[in-house]
């Protein structure tokens, strides 16, 4: 479907009419007879507290999708005219809204458009993490546990540091320590040293990371000569990159400190995997690539080992409990 969307075939006669079908019925229609049968199965076992509830709020929204209520306010126009006129799909910008655009950042392959193809993988994923991610995050703690695991928003603050390229040597630590001490007036409240990783906004493979050791600081605090300052904002302001969202995943952590860090079998590592994984499974949306940061956290300083997670959230459009 995507391909024929983006490229030069006919949009009209027989294969438009037997794309229709495919769309309709092969792809729309064959979800929503699979979410049916699906929660049906899945309210039957809710009584022995085997399922997840999470769930159902990730049927819910890929039913909503799937009836052509888009819930991504860029696509809603694009989707309801094809809802209502198959041909709409005639129009170039239209079949964009749908397949998503190829044409990114010179030198990728990235997706520029996110299209309502992209929404339905989104949603169809949702459903699969919600039934199988909580029994991963179980098996994924050998030698350590999580302690604790909240969602936070803080107001807007300025995360302050020193950065460096994965290809570049650390900074002075020691420094950065001794400097932000210095700033008693200016923290945040949330005071823990981090090592902050973002791509400025962009996909993982089509910027490298950018790590930034520092603090959280109040807003507009002003930024020592050497350093390199964040903002960050509870709420969407609308552009891609920074500044970032000040909503978070906290997961705490006890128990072997190699096992916490280890990348044998982990997409990052440990900490990363099982924080991830647990926003996944309570249909939590990670607000990746736009706004999408994660963070170590050091509780006694750089001079020990990180113990803990933040993982960037948006929360916004959910309405979860605030524990694990």
């Keep these: 479907m995507t391909q024929w969307l983006r490229g030069s075939g006919s949009w009209s006669g027989e294969?438009?009419?037997?794309?229709?079908?495919?769309?309709?019925?092969?792809?729309?229609?064959?979800?929503?007879?699979?979410?049916?049968?699906?929660?049906?199965?899945?309210?039957?076992?809710?009584?022995?507290?085997?399922?997840?509830?999470?769930?159902?709020?990730?049927?819910?929204?890929?039913?909503?999708?799937?009836?052509?209520?888009?819930?991504?306010?860029?696509?809603?126009?694009?989707?309801?005219r094809v809802f209502q006129d198959f041909s709409a799909l005639r129009e170039r910008g239209i079949r964009e809204a749908f397949a998503g655009n190829e044409t990114g950042p010179a030198g990728t392959d990235s997706v520029d458009v996110y299209g309502y193809v992209n929404v339905l993988k989104d949603c169809d994923a949702s459903v699969q993490w919600t039934l199988f991610m909580p029994?991963?995050?179980?098996?994924?703690?050998?030698?350590?546990?999580?302690?604790?695991?909240?969602?936070?928003?803080?107001?807007?603050?300025?995360?302050?540091?020193?950065?460096?390229?994965?290809?570049?040597?650390?900074?002075?630590l020691e420094l950065v320590t001794r400097t932000l001490d210095a700033m008693e007036r200016a923290r945040s409240g949330f005071d823990a040293d981090l090592l902050l990783t973002h791509h400025f906004g962009e996909g993982v493979d089509v910027r490298p990371c950018r790590l930034v050791w520092g603090r959280f600081m109040r807003a507009d605090t002003p930024v020592p000569e050497g350093f390199e300052a964040v903002d960050f904002l509870p709420q969407w302001d609308g552009k891609k990159g920074q500044p970032c969202l000040s909503e978070f995943a906290f997961a705490k952590f006890e128990g072997d400190m190699d096992a916490m860090h280890s990348r044998e079998g982990f997409d990052s590592d440990a900490m990363y995997d099982v924080t991830r994984n647990i926003i996944l499974g309570q249909n939590v949306p990670i607000p990746y690539p736009e706004k999408y940061w994660t963070a170590e956290v050091f509780p006694e300083g750089f001079a020990k080992d990180s113990s803990a997670y933040l993982f960037s959230v948006d929360k916004s459009d959910t309405d979860k409990s605030d524990t694990d």
């Design 15 to 80: 294969e438009f009419a037997r794309n229709r079908k495919m769309f309709m019925d092969g792809i729309v229609g064959r979800f929503a007879e699979q979410n049916r049968l699906l929660e049906a199965e899945l309210r039957a076992l809710e009584p022995s507290e085997v399922v997840n509830l999470a769930v159902f709020d990730a049927l819910s929204r890929f039913d909503s999708e799937l009836s052509g209520e888009s819930g991504a306010e860029e696509l809603r126009e694009a989707v309801a």
């Design 135 to 172: 029994d991963c995050v179980e098996r994924q703690q050998e030698g350590f546990r999580v302690e604790s695991f909240e969602y936070v928003k803080l107001p807007a603050v300025r995360f302050v540091g020193m950065g460096h390229e994965l290809t570049e040597s650390m900074p002075d």
